[in-house]
């Protein structure tokens, strides 16, 4: 590997854990294999407005879901409650 790829190589981790770091600060919850997908797509071009705003709605719709598997009763205990009341 020549130096300058050595160079650009070692930048970009750089710039990487930068920007994990950031991420962590703001809270984001985001992994360090998504981050690297959103860099990647932003380099790529996409919007990072856009982007952010995706990873947002994906984030709260999640945390919906998993709020709503939480809170609902499971099958185990209709089944229990139903046969009490034979």
């Not at 994906?58 to 598997?69: A, P």
């Amino acid at each position: 590997m020549d130096s300058s790829r050595a160079t650009y190589i070692k930048e970009a981790q750089s710039t990487l854990v930068t920007v994990q770091q950031i991420s962590e600060l703001l809270n984001t919850g985001l992994s360090p294999e998504a981050l690297t997908i959103c860099v990647r797509l932003c380099e790529d071009g996409i919007n990072p407005e856009v982007l952010a705003s995706l990873v947002a709605d994906l984030q709260r719709e999640i945390q919906e879901y998993q709020n709503e598997i939480h809170n609902k009763p499971s099958n185990l205990s209709k089944n229990i409650h139903s046969s009490h009341n034979l």
